[in-house]
């Protein structure tokens, strides 16, 4: 079964520069979830769209932003790059935003600021 | 949020069933438990969820007891490749949560020969 990709899965960059990391949620998926997971922490929720519109918001902060395109692919935009931003971040993607619709997880990006 | 708690780590033999206990005494009654593992920096992978009645799939059985407060996640016959830092998560609605999927401090289930 067609899961959620990600890409890049891995990716370098250097201080002060920007990143953007793409999410292709399962076919017919309308909800989209972004977590940031920093070394030896749990997952950490950053925002999430559902049917293209910004749902819940977390501790994501103001240097990204993301938004969802009208294919309901996700793309997280990173700027002024910190080294504290390395780190895994995962997209998931659900059908509907409700209680009870299952979330299912890509296999992330690594990001690696230097 | 509903929080939820969970005891740091867990050893279990091969082949025994390992049962992951969460706390969540503060649940609504319209909240979901959702149990996720995470394999090693791999994505968090779905195992089970329910409202009030025991559930059980493929992978594991998941029991919450009459007033909610509290659930165990079964895995019945645990083998190696279950060794996982394991997720009880509440998701909630209402407020400003649209049904975020909230992570804390999970269960190191170590499965050994």
């Known amino acids: 079964a067609a899961g959620v990709i990600q890409s890049p899965r891995h990716l370098i960059k250097e201080k002060r520069e920007t990143a953007t990391l793409k999410c292709y949620p399962i076919p017919r998926h309308d909800t989209v979830y972004w977590y940031q997971q920093g070394p030896g922490q749990d997952p950490q929720f950053l925002i999430s769209f559902y049917e293209k519109m910004q749902s819940d918001k977390g501790s994501i902060p103001d240097r990204f932003s993301a938004q969802q395109f009208s294919d309901y692919h996700s793309e997280l935009n990173m700027s002024s790059l910190e080294l504290g931003d390395s780190a895994l971040y995962f997209c998931a993607s659900s059908l509907g935003r409700g209680l009870n619709t299952e979330a299912f997880f890509g296999q992330g990006t690594r990001l690696t600021v230097v | 949020d509903a929080k939820t708690t969970q005891p740091t780590s867990m050893d279990c033999a091969e082949g025994r069933a390992a049962n992951l206990p969460c706390n969540h005494s503060t649940i609504s009654g319209n909240e979901y438990v959702y149990w996720y593992r995470q394999i090693h920096s791999q994505g968090p992978q779905y195992i089970i969820h329910?409202?009030?009645n025991n559930e059980t799939n493929e992978m594991a059985s998941l029991i919450i007891t009459e007033d909610r407060k509290s659930s165990t996640l079964i895995l019945p016959h645990a083998t190696l490749r279950d060794t996982a830092v394991y997720y009880c998560?509440?998701?909630?609605?209402?407020?400003?949560?649209?049904?975020?999927?909230?992570f804390g401090q999970g269960t190191i289930l170590t499965v050994h020969p």
């Open positions: 998560i509440v998701r909630v609605l209402g407020g400003t949560s649209y049904g975020k999927l909230t």
């Open positions: 329910g409202l009030k």
